[in-house]
């Protein structure tokens, strides 16, 4: 049986959470949602995202690694592919479809810089590679939030992904390519 669009998204958002309060890495908890709700594995993707966390390489300084997960499943099933690599339009599908994420995530989160949403979330930035300071991010409830923002934008990728499919066929079932 056929899952229904709404079990799709409640499992890449329940995924993607777990994954976070489990393992960390909030653009592979993100990969891992999106993936798993679609049926999709790709180690090489997955492990690929991981100097994305928090901000890139757990500096904060960098956009938020649940988008740049999100970024990276997109450009992983639109994206342009290297024998294209000459074909600067051909880049332009997964563009689209990413700004669309991060303008969603903008709209919803009013930043997509990690260190501005931590603050955001949880009072203010904490250095990770600090023990003291991991120690505080737990205390002041980082991974219940992050985790939370980590599902919402895995259900967020699969939504566009579900429908950028959905175009697709219809193209197709149009006769349109």
Avoid: W
Wanted: aromatic letters at 6%; one cysteine or more; charged letters at 30%.
């Amino acid at each position: 049986m056929e899952k229904s669009i709404d079990e799709i998204l409640n499992r890449a958002f329940e995924s993607a959470k777990q994954h976070e309060l489990k393992s960390g890495g909030c653009p592979q908890c993100t990969i891992a949602g999106v993936f798993e709700a679609l049926g999709i594995e790709n180690d090489d993707v997955f492990r690929a995202a991981t100097g994305f966390a928090d901000g890139v390489g757990l500096t904060g300084d960098g956009h938020c690694g649940a988008l740049s997960g999100g970024t990276i499943a997109i450009s992983y099933l639109f994206g342009r592919k290297k024998e294209d690599f000459g074909n600067m339009m051909k880049q332009l599908r997964a563009c689209i479809l990413s700004k669309k994420l991060h303008d969603q995530f903008v709209e919803k989160y009013g930043t997509c810089r990690c260190a501005d949403i931590q603050t955001r979330l949880v009072g203010r930035f904490f250095n990770l590679y600090e023990p003291t300071e991991m120690e505080a991010a737990l205390k002041a409830g980082m991974p219940d939030k992050c985790s939370t923002l980590i599902g919402e934008i895995a259900k967020m990728t699969t939504k566009i992904i579900l429908e950028e499919r959905e175009r697709e066929a219809q193209k197709q079932k149009e006769g349109k390519s």
